[in-house]
């Protein structure tokens, strides 16, 4: 019997040839579209973007970032998310602590982009700026004394939640211990959003989940609180339909003790 040989890319394969100057001609239009595009154009390439994932984009992703038109910030923020390079993550931050002063018609978006963006890249020192700015927005909705500003920080604190999870679902071990954290803070709404999120957390690893964790949620399902006990519920129901042999066994226990 012959020896197998390794699979090689023929570069003289005019097959090949024919992909890569297709992929030259779209990032050369994808940079075209960044330099003088319409909104609509823009937002259009971004799965292009996505795919391709060149490192021509970064320069003008990132002078678009500080741009005067705010949607154009807002391509560059869900573009970075896109490539999903950590280089990213530092300019994002800072873009995010000038965006948050800003006022008016897509500021909100504009800061949903930019926190989506980070969890999308995952990485996991993310933390070290979610979870202060999380903590801001806690304090800025229990204060209450402005009933739109305590609403923006609850909707803040839901998009950073689920920036968490996503990074969490991604391996970050340290995302995934800030929500299991918040999962006993003392906002109930917090806490439902960081059950759900835990549950994501293992959807594509379902029994890894630690018993302290599984037992936390368990716990959990008997919260004072409605919103804490269904959310633990879900949970577990989320965990058991991925697979998670244990989760399965805890939601049936949840589920006679409320009978």
Known sequence: MGEVQPNVVDLDNPHHKKLK????????????IMESGEIEDLFEIIPRIGVLRDDRFKEPLLALLSHRDIKKREFAAYSMGAIGDRGFLEPLKTAFLEVRQLKGFGAQELQIAIIEAIG??????????????????????????????????????KWIIESLGAIAQQGGSRSLQA???LATN???????????????????RPNEVEDSTLEKIYELTTHHETIVAESALAALQNLADVGCRRAEELFASAEVEEE
């Open 21 to 32: 100057k297709f992929s030259a001609d779209m990032i050369h239009e994808c940079l075209a």
């Open 120 to 157: 999308a890249i995952g990485d996991d020192a993310a933390v070290d700026f979610f979870v202060p700015t999380l903590k801001t927005c806690c304090a800025a909705k229990a204060a209450g004394e402005n009933k739109g500003a305590g609403k923006s920080a609850g909707r803040m604190s």
């Open 179 to 181: 929500l299991l954290d």
């Open 186 to 204: 003392d906002d109930p709404e917090i806490q439902a959003q960081a059950l759900s999120e835990l549950s994501v957390a293992y959807w594509h």
